[in-house]
Nanobody, 127 residues
């Protein structure tokens, strides 16, 4: 079975950057689409980004377009989320999730499309 572990979260000032990592084990990473989700205090879980199994296609939430970038290195069994120009409203627990289908439009934001989830990593943006 596939296991996912997120890392790279922490405290950063507004305008700063962080890079999150999602490391996979137990199966072949290149078979999976990887989604990034986040959940802020008092809010529902929301889709942030997704990346196809090859890394050639990506989707982003409107709120992070131009600031966040997903990438992957299948040889290292790792998917990344580079987060730049961070804002206080980006504060949340960030999760990675693995699924079988890359969906366009808003379909990729549905948690039910993903079969495996990491434990989450906290990102706090504050001065």
């Amino acid at each position: 079975q596939l296991q996912l572990v997120e890392s790279g979260g922490g405290l950063v000032q507004p305008g700063g950057s962080l890079r999150l990592s999602c490391e996979a084990s137990g199966s072949t990473l290149d078979s999976y689409v990887i989604g990034w989700f986040r959940q802020a205090p008092g809010k529902e879980r929301e889709g942030v980004s997704c990346i196809s199994n090859t890394g050639r296609s990506t989707n982003y939430a409107d709120s992070v377009k131009g600031r966040f970038a997903a990438s992957r290195d299948n040889a290292k069994h790792t998917v990344y989320l580079q987060m730049n120009s961070l804002k206080p409203e980006d504060t949340a627990v960030y999760y990675c999730a693995a699924g079988r289908r890359f969906l366009y439009g808003t379909g990729w934001t549905r948690p039910t499309e993903y079969d495996y989830w990491g434990q989450g990593t906290q990102v706090t943006v504050s001065s």
